[in-house]
């Protein structure tokens, strides 16, 4: 700092720059820190006082500090001091550049500056040239430009701590220099490196800037000159550009992007009109010969940045070739998870190429190049690729147009095909032809799918374009072109088998999801009013996308001529299929506003069933003519008759049966459009419709559910994946399929022995004499031998099969199990989907019971995934959409008994119950009927109101609004809580907890008055102490709500306070030792039960009688447990303030004895305090009024007790027999005395001392190995004393043999 301040000239004032001010300073500081933000904002502060106020030696202080700074060894420092030196020069344009790159090279100085330093003094030079580049002046000062070159130039010989930097920062100046100055001045400097440039890629990458930025300079014959070459790209320089692309590559590894010199040499390239032998020889045929993960990475990323440069016939090239091909095979044996890949980054790069790109035929061309790069007829590119949503309208019609013509005529031959080793190891299919073709197919169906999915902006035409390409092929075949049927007119070369035609109607149902789920499209005014109504799966006109699909169905079954279904339709599903659509067109022609919702759901429910004829017309009829039936008599307007018992069902019953039947089957697109039927169709449901639901909830009923559950065939499950649908089903079953394999094992271990197969054994022995029963010596010949052998391997085989039969059946019990949770999950959507739509629904009430018997009968049963999956759901939806619902049923005056005994019975249960979550269930949907109870308004007359003090009707005029009762029964209310409360006070162990009342008294504050008497009692008459701390919390929380001092008297008031202090001195009377937690749990409570209460006697100015509550509590602090624990400590004296009682202060002298005797007890032992010397020990017996009593010997013994700081743990050294027969313990008169010296106290606990005994025994232990610093006083003063006799012994020693040495030399 000193010789900063010496260095910058003459400072007018005397006392230095330095000592302005401390902020200045510490600026330079900030900047050398390592977070960014606050390295800018110390730079803006230097640039704002320097130019507001800052005087010359400031100025040249701070470039002083700023130059130093460049060198600094902290790299976050560099960059900071780099930028602060250029925003520096930038604002005072009037310091000249060559002074300070003078500076710059002086205080960085490469030659003179010591070996370990150079690394910085490299830096410093570098960033002190970026400084001057970054100040926007470099170029303008032609001087300073040279010399900043040149130095660059030789910092480019420093690689091994600057890389590459130097060359890029000289590529980089070289950008913004203008032509003349970089012909006049730079390209003599520059001319060696130009000449070299085939010997680095940094001398290359400079050339090819040169070439491109300065075409006029650098021409051909000047390149010709330089290196003999006009041209960069020739098949003379192919060999040395592909050492140094591959150079360039390695270097680049840890980056992973594409060298700069690779980007330039493409673009020079192209500029010279030679990129196909650039990229044929060079790239194809020179980097490909080494397999290294650089180059070909780096070959991946040319291709990437080449494609918005490249030609149209140049993008072909580029998409068959080599590069190509390896990509894909990147691709397809990168798929393991710690693999790097790099799909995503070439995806990046397509997605850059898409969007820039204004050309529909590169945009097609890249589209197709990538979907004809295959594995085995598989394109590589993932079938939803997201690029697509980039390209033109033109570009997306073609792309789909040659997606299916490849699906009609797959080409195989113009796909660039390739096969793994493996795959070639492995050719499992004899017709490999027709395997690829397959592939081809499965993924451009499911692209072409894709595509309506993806975000791309496309018009209805196109969406049902695809949708009717799709459904033709999945379901018909052409059998004559016509021009009524577009589909009809490209004919297939090879035609689809049942395999594809199954795939593509698989994925069908999967893409009906998709139109079910789709905002409406297009630009018109109607589109725009659908959209803000959030309607989804319609056109623009309102109709159903299902609804246009059927009627194109229907045209394709009318023209028999032209089209064969693939499974053709019989008579009676012919019928059926002409009802449904007939129905269908009737409803959409109904406007009715207030059946709109049931108009929709019918609609959407028959079209549904009319497309699933076309994948199971068995199974759909039945379900299809139960729904024909009840829609006509849904929309009937034929009177309704009474009911009889023999009568058919409500239409609502059956519809709710048809969407239970069809949420058996796996598949998303069913389930998601029951319900939405289903919620539709709400308003309707009967009481008999929801007792249907919940049935199937009904654990107690699972037996009954066997028949509604459907069981998938394997072949089904295989095609759920390509649908997109149900995946959880089948992972829930596959993880329970593994932990039942795995218990297959022991259940046959424990399975006990079969007697029957045990007799049969025997008499199979026994019948051909192998038991050897027999006392003659004669054995069985061959042909014995031979029929015994096969019945007795008949007789395992029999109970072999027996074996595999029981395993098959758990198999199936297994397996139906899992299907019969997942209907009810399945189910509990529609239980979610009726609280949500009808909260306001009497039916509602229906629905807390079943759901209670789920959860109860989860908690008890297994805990596997699916099961606690079950579980979560309907917890959820008791939860949140019943209990916690905002709006709830307003009309309930004639279930008003009702619901005050459903409130009884759950109360009852809750009390019951052992589990507390299960009865937190319970006593939450009681709860929930208060709510609704309270919610309504009563037809009969109201009860008397409470009486209230005009004051208070004065103050508070919504206090009648706050103690409304509505429907509620007070009284019965008040004595199925008061049973519950008391219960839980006084039972051990009981279910209900505190958070449940003290929800009950936040949420209805009008039972706190009625209840409030139990929790004043309980304080002192709780079962247990834990028991009465929770009587001191709840009555805590219930006290200073606002309802409750509204619902009493100012006597009644005054009462409470009074019982409440008076039970809480009782309880506080009881407290011991404080012991035990729960004592001490209940002593806080209490104290803080106390606080409130006298706070509001004091401030309420209450008669309350307090000298006994002031008697306990000063009692209460004579306990030393209080004080040994800070939180009852704090309380403590919280409470006493109110009672006029100040904490007292500590005394810090009282500290210090026992800080001075501290030191005593890590004396050796055997060392005796003062006190127990043999000459003070009547002195301390009388100071503390004991007698003496002796010991065996006739010598006084030791005092009863120490004075504070004198006590002594250890009185002799371990396997000392004098100090232990000396100090042997003799009990006289009440007197214990210890042998170690530590006198006991009379009447001391005997546990207490029994611990100070292991406490000294363990210090004992410690204090052995510490013998050094023990060693007591009088034994250092005689080593003292020893140790200088010696020293005195050898000085002589040494005088006599110095003499008699001396004697011998004369």
Known sequence: MAEARRGGGEPSDPRGVLRKGRAFLDLFWDIAKAERDVRLAATENLLRHLKDGGEEEELQYALRRLVEGLGATREAARPGFSLALAQVLKAFEEIPLCRVLEQIKEKHNLEKVKKKLVRNAAFGNFFGVMALFQSGRLIKDQKALLESMQLLQQLAHHQTHLRDLPSKTLVDILLEVPETVFEEVLFGILQDDLTSAFTS???????????????????PKKLKKLFGSPTIVNEENIPRLV????????????DKKLPSVGLDLLQVSLKEGAFELFWNEAVENGLFKEKSGPVSYMCFRLLGSALPLLSLDQLRMVLKGRVMQHYGEHVVTTQLPDRFKFAPEMEAYVDKFLTSCDDPERQLAVMIGFSTLTNQGYPVVPSIWRVVRHLQPEALQKYIDWLKDMFLNPDLDCCLDFSTNRQKQN???????????????????????????????????LVMDISRFCFFHAFFETKKKTSQIPETNALISDSLDEAAHSLAASYFFGFLQTLNTMSVLGDTAEAAALREKHIHGVTADGKLWIFHLVEYANELLSSEKYVKAVKPFTDEQREAWERTLEAAKNL?????????????????????????????????????????????????????????????PEWVEVIVEILLSLLAQPSLLIRRISNSVFGR??????????????????????????????????????TKSAEDTDGDESEDSSEDGDTEEENDSEDEKNEEVDEDFRSQLINVLQGGNALGEDDSDEELDDEAMMALDKNISALFAEQQKRIQA???????????????????????????????????????????????????????????????DFLQKTAHIFTNSLCRAKQYCKKVDALQDDLHDFVERLMKKACKHTDSSVALYYFSASLYLLKVLKGNVSDKPPAPPVPLSKKQTNTIPQACQLLSTGCLDVERVTRIYQQALTQFLSKRNSALTSSMFLDLFTR?????????????????????????AQACLLLLKVLPLRELKLSTTEEEWEELIRESISQVTESLKGADKLRVKAEKEKVARCLELLNFLLKTVTQQKLHVELMELDKVLVALNQQESIGKSARLDSLYWNVMRWLNHTKPKKEKTANKPV??????????????????????????????????????????????????????????????????????????NGVAVEGSGNGAVNGEDAVAAKKRKKKRNRKRKGDAGNEAEQIPAAKKAKGDVNQESQQKQGNAKKKRKEKRSAMLQE
Not at 205 to 216: A, E, Y
Not at 608 to 621: D, V, Y
Not at 1006 to 1014: A, Y
């Open 201 to 219: 890629p940094e001398n290359l990458h400079l050339l090819l800037v040169g070439m491109q930025k300065f075409p006029g300079v650098l021409k």
């Open 427 to 461: 050719q499992e299919y004899k017709n490999i032809e027709q395997h690829k073709t397959a592939r081809l197919r499965k993924w451009i169906i499911h692209r072409l799918m894709s595509i309506v999915e993806s975000p791309v902006k496309k018009e209805e035409s």
């Open 243 to 254: 050492e140094l692309l591959e150079s360039a590559a390695k270097s680049e590894k840890k």
């Open 806 to 868: 029981k395993k098959d059946e758990k198999e199936r019990i297994r397996k139906e199990k899992i299907l019969r949770r997942d209907y009810k999950i399945k189910v509990l959507d529609l239980v979610e989907v009726f609280l949500s739509k009808q909260p306001e629904n009497p039916l509602v009430f229906d629905i807390i019971e079943p759901l209670l018997h789920v959860i109860e009968q989860c908690m008890n049963s297994d805990s596997d995934k699916q099961e606690i």
């Open 588 to 648: 959409q022609k109904k406007k009715s506003k207030s059946d709109s919702a049931k108009l929709f759901a019918f609609q959407q429910l028959l079209l549904l069933m009319a497309i699933h004829l076309f994948k199971n017309p068995s199974e759909t009829m039945e379900l299809l003519s139960d729904l024909l039936n009840c829609t006509e008599r849904a929309f009937s307007k034929e009177p309704k008759k009474k009911k009889t018992e023999n009568e058919e």
């Open 1155 to 1228: 800080q001075e005797a501290e030191p005593l007890k890590r004396k050796k032992k055997g060392f005796l305090p003062e006190t127990k010397k043999r000459k003070n020990r009547k002195k301390a017996v009388r100071e503390n009024g004991g007698a003496p009593v002796a010991s065996g010997d006739g010598e006084s013994a030791a005092p009863d007790e120490q004075p504070l700081g004198t006590e002594q743990k250890d009185g002799c050294l371990p396997g000392s027999k004098k100090h232990k027969k000396q100090n042997r313990g003799v009990r006289e």
């Open 681 to 718: 169709i709400c308003p309707n449901l009967t009481k008999k419709g929801l007792q249907l639901i919940l049935d199937v909830l009904d654990p107690y009923q699972d037996q009954d559910e066997e028949s509604a559950v459907v069981v998938v065939d394997e072949s089904e499950k295989k």
């Open 1004 to 1028: 209805f504050p009008i039972l706190c008055k009625p209840l409030i008497d139990i929790l004043v009692k309980s304080v002192t008459a709780g079962a247990r102490q834990h028991q009465q």
